[in-house]
């Protein structure tokens, strides 16, 4: 990690060397040597990554699930494939059926050593929990899979559309 140098000497840090140097001080600090804390601080960049675009349709979830299976390749692990494209199809879906026709659907995906991390993004307006629950009586179970089968997931949205991401452990849910 080295930072680039300003007109006067000074060091020039990105986000991802500030995220870096924090997680190494927090290591420091827990009583680390500095370069074991280093060590430990710095995360694996991914193994693969993977960016589809979308057309909002009912091909959508077919696609995900197609695109995440170019992601995985040799992956042997029927457990976590499975899951990984359950959750991308059940996401993919949902930013079909809430989001904007208009839009494409993107969907991100990294595959790491240990996890794979999804991002699926639909334009269009605010989209609320409220809204969701009030759709459940003819399904709407989607995210209660999502939660289930993920380590961790968040929504944010907003006016501009609403983006879920998505971490999965390879070795499965707890």
């Known amino acids: 990690m080295v ?4 007109q006067r000497g000074q060091r020039l840090y990105d986000q991802e060397q500030v995220a870096t140097l924090r997680r190494v001080l927090a ?9 074991a804390a280093h060590g430990l601080a710095v995360i694996p960049g991914p193994i693969r990554t993977s960016s589809v675009s979308l057309k909002p349709s009912m091909q959508a979830p077919l696609q995900a699930r197609q695109a995440i299976d170019d992601l995985l390749g040799e992956v042997d692990n029927a457990r976590f494939a499975f899951y990984l494209r ?6 993919v879906k949902n930013a079909f059926l809430h989001g904007s026709a208009r839009h494409v659907i993107r969907m991100d995906a990294k595959l790491f050593q240990d ?3 999804l991002r699926v993004h ?3 307006g605010r989209l609320t929990l409220r809204m969701l629950r ?11 899979i999502v939660d289930a089968l993920a380590d961790a997931w968040s929504i944010d949205t907003g006016p501009l559309g609403t983006t879920v991401a998505v971490r999965l452990s390879i070795a499965g849910p707890a």
């Open 86 to 91: 359950l959750v991308a199809s059940e996401l």
């Open 122 to 124: 639909n334009g269009g």
């Open 3 to 6: 930072p680039k140098r300003g």
């Open 115 to 117: 996890a794979a991390e």
């Open 27 to 35: 290591q420091v600090r827990r009583g680390a040597r500095a370069s």
């Open 134 to 144: 009030r759709r459940r009586r003819d399904g709407g179970r989607g995210l209660d």
